[in-house]
């Protein structure tokens, strides 16, 4: 298993264009996507089993903070660079009130 995720990571990061061209000429171009998730995958490898460790051994307290930290922290500033690059706002409530609602 060790030696496929290792093949596997070499070629993202050398070859990532021409493993992607395999799918079609629009994938192309997602060579850098690749070697991030690439990249991600080497620290996933590298850290080990520490989340399942943790929920194995009466621990997962420690693994949810964890996971949930890191969601919340992906999330916002995921937010905050679609919002800088794209004007698009993502999260459900508006970034500032347009209207009073009419009150009753």
Do not use: D, K
């Amino acid at each position: 298993m060790g030696e496929t995720r290792c093949e596997q990571l070499v070629g993202a990061l050398s070859g990532g264009s021409t493993v992607l061209s395999f799918f079609g000429v629009g994938f192309g171009g997602g060579e850098t996507a690749i070697r991030i998730m690439a990249v991600g995958e080497v620290v996933n490898v590298l850290t080990g089993y520490g989340g399942l460790v943790l929920v194995m051994t009466g621990n997962e307290r420690g693994f949810t903070v964890s996971v949930v930290s890191g969601t919340i922290v992906t999330n916002l500033w995921a937010s905050r660079l679609v919002w800088q690059r794209l004007q698009v706002w993502t999260p459900v409530l508006p970034p500032w009130p347009r209207t009073r609602l009419a009150q009753h």
